[in-house]
């Protein structure tokens, strides 16, 4: 045991001795100001929001857009296109961008109540709470700061569901607060996801053994260890890893990791908890989209008084009205096209959604890929200035 707490104690020293950019001298690189800013959700989480000005104070709108990072991500994937990611252009257009960290994500760990271990209560939680209760925190401290009615919203893969499950618990909010909704990697469910990760964790039920509550949460500091490496010599293992691991099997050659490579190691992954983990799988197998199952009919009957976890009320999408645009692609291993589709026939005015159908684009090219840049982004501020 002695050895063991020198060895972590050896660890912790070596990590307050590494030295290296950190995203806030990142940020003002890009002629950007950046505020980070706090707000408490109802459960008593505590959200941590990036928000983004261009540092020219001429250059501004008076339009608040929120960028909402998806699944094992955080407010910096937004921003490691550097000059070419949507964060900066949107900032250049002269929009006040928020970039909120959602509960677990790394930027995200805070809680008036819970320590933050690796098995304290600060992890139960999954996509349920985080749309239930950080979407409205983020969106309420918006308008008030801002003194505005409604913002725009554009979310990324879990960042699109997120705002999916909120709306069909409560349409007349998201209706009275959002002016446009953009979709990127849209996932309203997984039901014909091809991800291998998702069918090994059905297959096996590996995720049932893991010995902590949380998911690839690491300190940010771990990051400046892995650059000098995943710079080095194990530069292709790391490449391969991301590449597996955000866009599957399928490798399009968007991303270019030997540019971009710093920016994605530092920061990414961004982390979230086991539970959360466990719930997509769970949807990804019962072809349903339901509420987390807490694997019990009592543990399931003392959270929802049903022996089995209630499904998200698809109806509600009907009279959906906010002014959308949506995207899918062929090679996208979460979001397939089909999922997509499916879920938006739920509305009934379907002129209110716009789908931009996308060819070779895996989930994560749409942040991190120049094309995106070149072929996505210009068509996502015509929208915005509709």
């Known amino acids: 045991m002695r050895v063991k707490i020198y060895f972590l104690l050896l660890i912790l020293s070596f990590l307050s001795l590494i030295k290296g950019e950190d995203y806030k001298s990142f940020v003002s690189k890009l002629n950007l100001n950046l505020e980070e ?14 928000e983004l000005t261009s540092k020219d104070v001429n250059n ?20 490691i296109l550097e000059e070419k990611s949507l964060a900066k252009l949107l900032c250049d257009e002269g929009y006040k961008v928020y970039l909120p960290n959602v509960r ?23 996509f349920d709470q985080i749309s239930q209760y950080d979407l409205p925190a983020i969106v309420d401290l918006i ?3 801002d003194n505005v009615d409604k913002i725009d919203y554009i979310g990324h893969s879990q960042g699109t569901l997120m705002f999916f499950l909120n709306y069909m618990s409560n349409p007349d909010y998201l209706q009275n607060s959002i002016n446009k909704f953009i979709g990127v990697a849209t996932v309203p469910n997984v039901n014909n996801a091809s991800h291998f990760i998702l069918k090994i964790a059905k297959l096996t039920k590996i995720l049932n053994v ?37 866009g599957g099997l399928t490798n399009t050659g968007r991303v270019d990791y030997d540019r971009l490579g ?6 990414e992954p961004g982390g979230t908890s086991l539970q959360n983990i466990k719930h997509w799988v769970q949807i990804y197998s019962s072809k349903k989209l339901l509420k987390y199952d807490y694997g019990s009919k009592s543990k399931n009957k003392n959270h929802y008084g049903t022996e089995k976890p209630p ?17 899918t692609s ?33 989930h994560i090219d749409y942040l991190w890929s120049d094309s995106a840049y070149n072929e996505i982004y210009p068509k996502i501020l015509d929208f915005l200035g509709q």
């Open 60 to 79: 501004r709108n008076g339009k608040s857009i929120v960028l909402q990072h998806g699944l094992l991500d955080g407010a910096f994937t937004w921003l």
């Open 143 to 145: 308008k008030k700061r």
């Open 262 to 267: 710093k920016n994605i190691f530092l920061y």
């Open 104 to 126: 677990g994500s790394k930027f995200g760990k805070s809680h008036l109540d819970y320590e933050i271990s690796l098995n304290s209560e600060y992890w139960d939680f999954s």
């Open 311 to 327: 499904e998200y009320d698809l109806t509600k999408m009907k009279n959906y009205s906010i002014k959308s645009m949506v995207t």
């Open 37 to 50: 800013i706090t707000v408490v959700t109802e459960d008593r989480y505590v959200i941590s929001i990036w």
């Open 210 to 246: 893991f010995p902590i509550k949380n998911f690839l949460s690491f300190p940010i500091e771990m990051g400046q260890v892995l650059v000098p490496f995943c710079e080095g010599k194990a530069k292709i293992l790391c490449q391969s890893i991301l590449k597996m691991c955000f």
């Open 330 to 362: 062929d090679a996208d291993p979460f979001c397939n096209p089909d999922d997509t589709l499916d879920f938006l026939k739920n509305i009934e005015d379907q002129s209110v959604v716009e789908v931009m159908n996308l060819t070779n684009y895996d």
